[in-house]
């Protein structure tokens, strides 16, 4: 089992990544939404790590003060890319 430091910089490096590929113009609402899924799925790891249930929702809310989850954000203006081009004056 990993310790929770390296766990949450794993994940954070993956979620950073995932970011960075996906995070491009009018994607914003696609990434807001996967943004909750590996919230969910790591209240459910970590629940696991025992035989009874070590977190509840406040306790889980202060665990990601500790160590927060990156947001998402767009990294890429697509807009910039190909909009000049099929502009007509």
């Given at each position: 089992m990993l310790p929770v430091k390296v766990l949450m910089a794993l994940l954070k490096r993956k979620l950073i990544g995932y970011y960075h590929y996906y995070g491009i113009t009018d994607n914003s609402k696609r990434l807001l939404a996967f943004h909750y899924i590996p919230r969910c799925m790591l209240f459910k790891w970590?629940?696991?790590?025992?035989q009874r249930k070590s977190f509840d929702g406040e306790k889980f809310r202060r665990f990601l003060e500790k160590f927060p989850l990156p947001?998402?954000?767009i990294y890429v203006n697509i807009m910039d890319i190909w909009l000049?081009?099929?502009y007509i004056a």
């Open positions: 970590l629940n696991r790590r025992s947001s998402p954000r000049p081009s099929t």
